[in-house]
């Protein structure tokens, strides 16, 4: 049996060893980071870490977020070998179609990974969400003596990580919030894609953070086990700051030609370089994947060890139940992702009297909502007051102020909802929304459900001018894979996007929202904006048999759209009124539903002050969509809409001329 020094060693090099094995037979990756990283990992996983390989989502684990994704051989190895449901077969199946092992980290795809991350920042972003979620569970749930959310949420990031703008932002929240069990390692191994890192990075990331009001510390060789073992326990001991610990590593460690060079990054070392590798680690075989039984049994400790914290754990939990029924029921209840019964018992009603701009709508259905929905939180960036976001008398950690971050703030929510216990929104102008696509796409892809609150949604915003007024925005988010964009036209849809946004399961929600009034549609008079759920339905239709023409629109445009309605049906003509809201929904809805809303061979006029580019699915064979293929202008709105042709006038031509 080697000893216990000796074992480690080999333990670490198993990490190292997968990692070049997996890169080179896929021939595709990023081994020298895993390399480096393999002593912390080692540390970490088996020192400090809580977590239980048999049940991933153990809900008081500690949480690790790999910031770094290129890194996730990393990952991978650590998984397989605790003993989590990743097996050797899939280690050897890296990068290649179908698998558990994907090129970059993966939430919901492989069992241990807590966030999706590989564009470099988010997981920082995603850490610092899991944190504040852990934090505030903590506050409303802990009781003296009964601790029952008590965590820790680490991140591993890299130079890379620390360069993109979004750390900056996330980290700054961070600091200010004195998030004391929010603990990061930073990577500086020296190297980026490019080269050494001197290139383009002469920060002082130390400095840098306490600036941020974070507790930093330096280890300067990271293969010295006992000094991360000590670095980590300090970092524990700081409980009113974040920590950050900085780690001096050499990118790819153990490779004799490749080791400190920007070769081991984003490359597999080539297969004479494994050879040489494994030959200079003292590694007993050159046979790809050979995993030491020494190794994998004293990594396999985790299993025992990571059990009998969950069953110590799970017997806190029994007398946290015991002591307090109520508060166990409700967190139970939270965590499960289940809704209260009457959640949208309080919901408002409109009528034709109500005019206002869908986002002051909004605002009354938020409040309405939080009242019987105590996990739902959320706040704005930096503009509460315009997108009317605040809970009003919601008591403490309802709000948040995420600061003029959007990037930060999108990130942040995600780790909220990685975390689990609370339904959170986030609000800024729909312009803005260009700051946050990059998390907007990440909850996207895997199916996170953030609620964005997306006011000032067209020129209807007025004299701001177009540096602040949305074209391509609605297009482009709706282009974005599981994405589901609501613009309501009215305060009465307003109330129906939100039943829908909290009810919605699989991708994030955009509330779309004017800033300028709009008239609250007669629902007496038109049909209910129930049908809002389906997407597209018919709102008004005149007698007489099949329409002769569809005008259909989205939020402040079915005003002009019902306008023009009436107008053309006073002269006699059939035609049909559909209010568009949701055109993902619509998609969603069986053929013979929507052939019955838009019926085919029945010319379209589509009205949405915005490009015209996701619509052209909708329009059959004779259409015209009024548009905007422009930017806008600085002038009061309704000169905006008259000069760029958005005007009842001008839905009434185009229909006249589709009809003759």
């Given at each position: 049996m080697p000893d216990?020094?000796?074992?480690d060693q080999?333990c670490?090099?198993?990490?190292?060893?997968?990692?070049m094995?997996?890169?080179?037979?896929?021939d595709?990756?990023?081994p020298?980071?895993?390399?480096a990283l393999?002593?912390?990992?080692?540390v970490l996983?088996?020192?400090h870490?809580?977590?239980?390989?048999?049940?991933?989502d153990?809900?008081?684990?500690?949480?690790f977020?790999l910031s770094?994704?290129?890194?996730c051989?990393?990952?991978?190895?650590?998984l397989?070998?605790?003993?989590?449901?990743?097996t050797?077969?899939e280690?050897k199946?890296?990068?290649q179609?179908?698998?558990r092992?994907p090129?970059h980290?993966?939430?919901?795809?492989t069992?241990?990974?807590?966030?999706?991350?590989g564009?470099?920042g988010?997981g920082?972003?995603?850490?610092?969400?899991?944190?504040?979620a852990?934090a505030q569970?903590a506050?409303?749930?802990?009781?003296p003596?009964h601790?029952v959310?008590?965590?820790?949420?680490y991140?591993?990031?890299?130079?890379g990580?620390?360069?993109?703008?979004i750390?900056?932002?996330a980290c700054?929240?961070?600091?200010?919030?004195?998030?004391?069990?929010?603990?990061g390692?930073?990577?500086?191994n020296?190297?980026?894609?490019?080269?050494?890192?001197a290139?383009t990075?002469s920060?002082?990331t130390?400095k840098?953070f306490e600036?941020?009001?974070?507790?930093v510390?330096?280890?300067?060789?990271?293969?010295?086990?006992?000094?991360?073992?000590?670095a980590?326990q300090a970092?524990k001991r700081?409980?009113d700051?974040?920590s950050?610990i900085?780690?001096r590593t050499?990118?790819?460690?153990?490779?004799?030609h490749?080791?400190?060079t920007a070769e081991?990054?984003?490359?597999?070392?080539g297969?004479?370089?494994v050879?040489?590798?494994?030959?200079n680690l003292?590694?007993?075989?050159?046979?790809?994947f050979?995993v030491?039984?020494e190794?994998?049994?004293h990594?396999r400790?985790?299993?025992?060890?990571?059990?009998?914290?969950e069953?110590e754990w799970?017997k806190?939990w029994?007398?946290?139940?015991?002591?307090?029924?109520?508060?166990g029921a409700?967190?139970e209840?939270r965590?499960?992702?289940k809704?209260?019964?009457?959640?949208d018992a309080?919901l408002p009603?409109?009528?034709?009297?109500?005019a206002q701009?869908t986002?002051a709508?909004?605002?009354?259905?938020?409040?309405?909502?939080?009242?019987?929905l105590p996990e739902?939180i959320?706040?704005?960036?930096?503009l509460?007051g315009?997108?009317?976001?605040?809970i009003k008398?919601?008591?403490?950690?309802?709000n948040f102020?995420?600061g003029i971050?959007?990037h930060g703030?999108?990130a942040?929510?995600n780790?909220i909802l990685?975390?689990?216990g609370f339904?959170?929104?986030c609000?800024?102008?729909?312009?803005f929304s260009?700051?946050m696509r990059?998390?907007?796409?990440?909850a996207a892809?895997?199916?996170?459900?953030?609620i964005y609150?997306?006011t000032?949604?067209s020129?209807g915003l007025?004299?701001?001018?177009?540096?602040?007024?949305?074209?391509e925005?609605l297009?482009t988010?709706?282009a974005i894979?599981n994405?589901?964009?609501?613009?309501p036209?009215?305060?009465?849809?307003?109330?129906?996007a939100?039943r829908?946004?909290?009810l919605?399961?699989?991708g994030?929600?955009?509330l779309v929202?004017?800033?300028?009034?709009?008239?609250?549609?007669?629902?007496?008079?038109y049909?209910?904006?129930?049908?809002?759920h389906?997407?597209g339905?018919?709102?008004?239709?005149?007698?007489?048999?099949?329409?002769?023409?569809v005008?259909m629109?989205?939020?402040?445009?079915?005003?002009?759209?019902?306008a023009?309605?009436?107008?053309?049906?006073?002269?006699?003509?059939?035609?049909?009124?559909?209010s568009?809201?949701c055109?993902?929904?619509f998609?969603?809805?069986?053929q013979?539903y929507?052939?019955?809303v838009?019926?085919?061979?029945?010319?379209?006029?589509?009205?949405e002050?915005?490009a015209?580019?996701?619509?052209y699915?909708?329009?059959?064979e004779r259409?015209v969509?009024v548009?905007?293929?422009?930017?806008?202008?600085?002038a009061p709105?309704?000169r905006i809409?008259?000069?760029l042709?958005?005007t009842?006038d001008?839905?009434?031509?185009?229909?006249?001329?589709?009809?003759?």
């Amino acid at each position: 049996m080697p000893d216990s020094r000796s074992l480690d060693q080999l333990c670490i090099n198993t990490v190292r060893t997968l990692a070049m094995d997996a890169v080179q037979q896929a021939d595709s990756g990023h081994p020298g980071t895993a390399m480096a990283l393999a002593p912390l990992a080692y540390v970490l996983w088996q020192r400090h870490l809580r977590y239980n390989p048999a049940n991933p989502d153990w809900a008081d684990r500690d949480r690790f977020v790999l910031s770094c994704g290129h890194a996730c051989m990393l990952l991978y190895s650590t998984l397989y070998l605790t003993g989590y449901d990743l097996t050797l077969d899939e280690i050897k199946q890296f990068r290649q179609w179908g698998t558990r092992t994907p090129g970059h980290s993966e939430h919901g795809v492989t069992p241990g990974v807590e966030a999706t991350t590989g564009p470099l920042g988010q997981g920082t972003g995603n850490a610092v969400g899991m944190a504040i979620a852990e934090a505030q569970l903590a506050a409303l749930f802990n009781r003296p003596g009964h601790e029952v959310v008590d965590h820790y949420t680490y991140f591993l990031a890299s130079d890379g990580d620390l360069m993109e703008g979004i750390s900056h932002e996330a980290c700054s929240l961070a600091g200010h919030l004195k998030l004391g069990k929010l603990i990061g390692f930073y990577d500086d191994n020296h190297i980026t894609i490019d080269g050494d890192t001197a290139l383009t990075f002469s920060d002082d990331t130390g400095k840098r953070f306490e600036a941020y009001g974070w507790h930093v510390q330096s280890v300067a060789d990271g293969n010295d086990l006992d000094a991360l073992d000590k670095a980590i326990q300090a970092a524990k001991r700081v409980t009113d700051q974040p920590s950050l610990i900085i780690v001096r590593t050499h990118i790819g460690w153990g490779s004799p030609h490749k080791q400190d060079t920007a070769e081991a990054h984003g490359a597999p070392l080539g297969i004479e370089e494994v050879k040489l590798t494994k030959q200079n680690l003292g590694w007993p075989t050159l046979e790809p994947f050979h995993v030491p039984g020494e190794a994998l049994t004293h990594w396999r400790r985790a299993q025992a060890r990571g059990a009998g914290l969950e069953a110590e754990w799970r017997k806190k939990w029994d007398a946290y139940r015991m002591a307090h029924p109520e508060l166990g029921a409700e967190l139970e209840r939270r965590l499960a992702g289940k809704l209260p019964d009457g959640w949208d018992a309080a919901l408002p009603a409109f009528g034709p009297k109500d005019a206002q701009a869908t986002r002051a709508a909004s605002g009354k259905v938020l409040n309405a909502i939080a009242s019987k929905l105590p996990e739902f939180i959320g706040g704005s960036a930096d503009l509460a007051g315009s997108n009317n976001t605040d809970i009003k008398g919601g008591g403490p950690g309802r709000n948040f102020h995420f600061g003029i971050r959007e990037h930060g703030m999108a990130a942040v929510v995600n780790g909220i909802l990685l975390h689990g216990g609370f339904i959170p929104f986030c609000g800024t102008f729909l312009i803005f929304s260009d700051y946050m696509r990059p998390s907007i796409r990440l909850a996207a892809l895997t199916h996170l459900k953030p609620i964005y609150v997306l006011t000032h949604d067209s020129i209807g915003l007025g004299e701001d001018g177009p540096t602040h007024q949305p074209i391509e925005q609605l297009s482009t988010l709706r282009a974005i894979p599981n994405m589901t964009v609501i613009r309501p036209a009215d305060a009465t849809e307003v109330v129906e996007a939100w039943r829908a946004a909290i009810l919605h399961q699989h991708g994030p929600v955009a509330l779309v929202l004017t800033r300028q009034k709009v008239s609250v549609v007669d629902r007496t008079k038109y049909a209910p904006a129930a049908g809002l759920h389906r997407g597209g339905y018919v709102l008004a239709e005149s007698s007489g048999g099949k329409p002769e023409l569809v005008l259909m629109g989205t939020g402040s445009e079915v005003e002009l759209v019902l306008a023009a309605y009436e107008r053309l049906t006073a002269d006699g003509r059939r035609l049909r009124a559909v209010s568009m809201p949701c055109l993902e929904f619509f998609a969603r809805q069986p053929q013979s539903y929507r052939d019955n809303v838009l019926p085919p061979g029945v010319p379209r006029v589509a009205v949405e002050a915005a490009a015209p580019m996701s619509w052209y699915r909708w329009m059959g064979e004779r259409g015209v969509i009024v548009g905007i293929e422009r930017f806008g202008a600085s002038a009061p709105y309704q000169r905006i809409y008259q000069e760029l042709g958005l005007t009842v006038d001008r839905i009434v031509t185009e229909a006249t001329r589709l009809l003759g």
